[in-house]
């Protein structure tokens, strides 16, 4: 079983900053790809940036310049440094981790997310 327990979430005023973490736990033999995504209410949910365990990044264009996705090694936290937040910004962050359990297959796995929300 793996787990994934993100935290950083919270109300910030626009112009300002968060960060993100997302640590994975469990029986696990390697993660190919991490990544956040988000959902605001009433749209689908998006990728908003992703993580290789080389060390490749992607990033949604609505993100690129305010928001980097970084991590110490694969299976230590990854962090999504948010900043110059904008109220667009607002939605449900939820982490995903591309994972090679123990005795599993390989899968994804979701965290259960955590608020962001910008005020004007």
């Given at each position: 079983?793996?787990?994934?327990?993100?935290?950083?979430?919270?109300?910030?005023?626009?112009?300002?900053?968060?960060?993100?973490?997302?640590?994975?736990?469990?029986?696990?033999?390697?993660?190919?790809?991490?990544?956040?995504?988000?959902?605001?209410?009433?749209?689908?949910?998006?990728?908003?940036?992703?993580?290789?365990?080389?060390?490749?990044?992607d990033?949604?264009?609505?993100?690129?310049?305010?928001?980097?996705?970084?991590?110490?090694?694969?299976?230590?936290?990854?962090?999504?440094?948010?900043?110059?937040?904008?109220?667009?910004?607002?939605?449900v962050?939820?982490?995903?981790?591309?994972?090679?359990?123990?005795?599993?297959?390989?899968?994804?796995?979701?965290?259960?997310?955590?608020?962001?929300?910008?005020?004007?």
């Open positions: 079983q793996v787990q994934l327990v993100e935290s950083g979430g919270g109300l910030v005023q626009a112009g300002g900053s968060l960060r993100l973490s997302c640590a994975a736990s469990g029986r696990i033999f390697s993660i190919n790809r991490m990544a956040w995504h988000r959902q605001a209410p009433g749209k689908q949910r998006e990728l908003v940036a992703a993580i290789t365990g080389d060390g490749s990044t990033y949604a264009d609505s993100v690129k310049g305010r928001f980097t996705i970084s991590k110490d090694n694969v299976k230590n936290p990854v962090y999504l440094q948010m900043n110059s937040l904008k109220p667009e910004d607002t939605a962050y939820y982490c995903y981790a591309d994972v090679l359990a123990i005795g599993a297959a390989q899968r994804g796995y979701w965290g259960q997310g955590t608020q962001v929300t910008v005020s004007s």
